[in-house]
């Protein structure tokens, strides 16, 4: 599962490796090649080129269906949602809704729908597509697989007129300015027959009404994109933006050192180090929206209450899961495998969003103590046998498989940790390192697996995988949760922070959620990854991180990146005026909705990577 990012995007790490260093990294990089062909220059037959290596595969072009962060990068440049972010500080701003107002009682919410956003194809954008959009969601399962919780709450939606929309709600939703929701033009999408296997993949260019036109795909190769010349706000600057896929991180590191790409994010720490004393590259070194955990099987089942998968029955016990987790040096995480490019994890939500932030308490706080756990273990009752092997209540020697990406050098590093961790407890560690960890997770055939998420400002979708709701109806299907958490306390307080308008109370309400999954024992958040990245100076003048001060180029909550960056060639000011730029053309049309707090959550399981 990828998203989901089951492994979202997430910045990969060398870690056992990082002895070689950053000198034999240089030797080394400049002989691999890339995988796959695609275009292989950022600038061809004069036009400019804006390439970007991605190591995550495309699990769907459709918005109904895709889950990873590559995917729904995608979207959010082809597609505009009802509001956006703006880059500076993440607060709410028009997107095809000019402005939103809520009735009395906030169960009624009207937006107003910009009157000059069309379609690519040449019609007007209005609110009968995100009528249509909506209410295809709400009563078609599969088009909710991606963003059904969005809607779960939603009673009615209308289209009162081409610029007057109409959500009426069944009770008060705390995310209504944070609808992160692609608009699709109903006229194309009202012929789909099955949305829950129609992946929007096959006809190009894609109508779309977002910065950029959908015009090529090749599976596990690349994504072409040329720029929306009508684009309300403005037409990018680069003549195509292509994200080119790489299997290894290597080859993409060695693509940017030729010149071949335009931008990599993701780097190891090697790989970075290498990267920074080299002419005409910019490292970008940032707090991330990323957590990097370890998470259990706490028995898979569906929502009509059947059993499937064949998790390890031990870890059903919230006093082994501690004693896991109590068995994990997350500072050495930090230290050895991330080298400093990274913070120390505690609760679900990074530090980044200082607004959900949580940290435990001095006496709740699960510290690295190996004689603890055992003991622990002790109470739960497992004990070793003559050979030291921790032993299980059917009598036989324990030992975990742990799901990991096989592309990805961090989950591998920490895997090796994990094997001589828990082995001083008797335990044994079996990693299941696969290019496709989807499979065996949606199926709960395993035990404990990495996981990662890019959490965005609003923490509503990134809690929402973890209710019972979002189980799958049957074992046969896909539902949209992250592993199978169902917890009914905790489910109660998601639904109080979602009724809450209250900025405060909200906050304080999803710290308990935090504290609840924290305390369960089934999340073990490592670290906080720094967002590493790099990019040709060469062939980008300047570009907009997200946010402003200090954050990511890639993966932002919005289309600033891509959509801002001028060419190198073409540019005549700083990056400073150029962002400043960027900033005068959001602020001028912003409409702040009071008493509303910053915007969404993530989402997105992937393979090696990050799920939105």
């Not at 080129?49 to 495309?58: D, G, K, N, P, R």
């Not at 900025?503 to 906080?528: C, H, Q, W």
């Not at 912003?590 to 799920?611: S, W």
């Amino acid at each position: 599962m990828d998203t989901h990012d089951q492994y979202g995007a997430r910045g990969t790490v060398l870690r056992l490796l990082a002895a070689a260093g950053a000198a034999a990294l240089t030797l080394t990089v400049g002989l691999v090649t890339p995988l796959n062909p695609a275009p292989q220059q950022a600038e061809a037959d004069g036009e400019k080129v804006l390439t970007v290596a991605v190591a995550q595969s495309v699990d769907s072009l459709s918005p109904f269906l895709a889950a990873r962060l590559v995917s729904t990068s995608m979207h959010r440049l082809t597609y505009e949602y009802l509001t956006n972010y703006d880059p500076k500080d993440n607060h709410a701003i028009p997107g095809l809704a000019t402005k939103w107002e809520p009735s009395a009682d906030k169960l009624t919410w009207t937006y107003t729908i910009r009157d000059n956003s069309k379609w690519s194809d040449g019609k007007q954008a209005t609110a009968e597509d995100a009528a249509w959009t909506f209410n295809t969601m709400m009563t078609d399962e599969g088009a909710a697989t991606a963003n059904g919780s969005f809607v779960a709450n939603f009673k009615k939606v209308t289209a009162l007129s081409p610029t007057k929309l109409v959500i009426e709600l069944k009770k008060p939703q705390a995310t209504m300015a944070a609808l992160d929701v692609p608009i699709v033009p109903k006229h194309v999408w009202e012929k789909v027959d099955d949305f829950s296997k129609f992946n929007n993949d096959k006809s190009f260019p894609v109508v779309g009404n977002g910065p950029f036109i959908l015009t090529g795909y090749k599976a596990d190769s690349y994504v072409r994109l040329k720029p929306n010349k009508s684009f309300w706000r403005g037409a990018p600057k680069f003549d195509e933006l292509v994200f080119k896929y790489y299997k290894d991180g290597d080859a993409a590191v060695a693509a940017l050192q030729k010149g071949e790409v335009s931008f990599v994010s993701g780097l190891t720490p090697a790989q970075a180090a290498a990267l920074k004393g080299q002419a005409d590259v910019t490292v970008n070194d940032a707090p991330g929206r990323r957590f990097y955990a370890l998470a259990t099987n706490p028995g898979a089942q569906s929502k009509d209450g059947e059993k499937f998968g064949d998790g390890h029955a031990s870890l059903l016990d919230q006093r082994v899961r501690q004693a896991l987790f109590m068995a994990v040096d997350r500072q050495a995480v930090v230290d050895k495998v991330f080298q400093g490019h990274a913070e120390e994890g505690e609760g679900y939500i990074p530090p980044r969003f200082s607004t959900y932030y949580w940290q435990p308490t001095g006496g709740q706080k699960i510290t690295y103590n190996p004689q603890k756990a055992a003991q622990l273990l002790k109470d739960a009752g497992y004990s070793k046998n003559g050979d030291g092997k921790l032993v299980g209540k059917n009598g036989k020697p324990v030992t975990y498989r742990v799901l990991c990406h096989a592309t990805d050098p961090q989950d591998k590093a920490v895997g090796k940790y994990l094997q001589e961790w828990w082995g001083k407890l008797g335990i044994g560690v079996e990693l299941d390192c696969r290019d496709n960890v989807s499979d065996p997770w949606l199926a709960g055939e395993y035990d404990l697996a990495f996981d990662g998420w890019s959490v965005n400002p609003d923490p509503d979708f990134v809690l929402s995988i973890h209710t019972c709701s979002a189980l799958p109806a049957t074992p046969k299907d896909i539902g949209a949760t992250d592993n199978f958490i169902c917890d009914k306390k905790f489910d109660e307080l998601y639904a109080q922070q979602l009724a809450e308008y209250d900025p405060a109370k909200r906050a304080e309400i999803v710290k308990k959620m935090e504290s609840r999954l924290y305390d369960t024992g089934y999340m073990n958040v490592m670290a906080y990854p720094n967002a590493v990245e790099a990019y040709r100076t060469d062939q980008i003048a300047s570009i907009t991180k997200m946010p402003e001060a200090a954050g990511n180029i890639y993966g932002q909550d919005g289309y600033w990146s891509w959509w801002s960056a001028t060419p190198a060639a073409a540019s005549e000011s700083s990056d400073d005026s150029s962002q400043t730029g960027v900033i005068i053309g959001i602020v001028a049309g912003v409409v702040v909705l009071a008493g509303l707090g910053v915007f969404f959550a993530m989402r997105h399981r992937a393979t090696a990577e990050d799920r939105e």
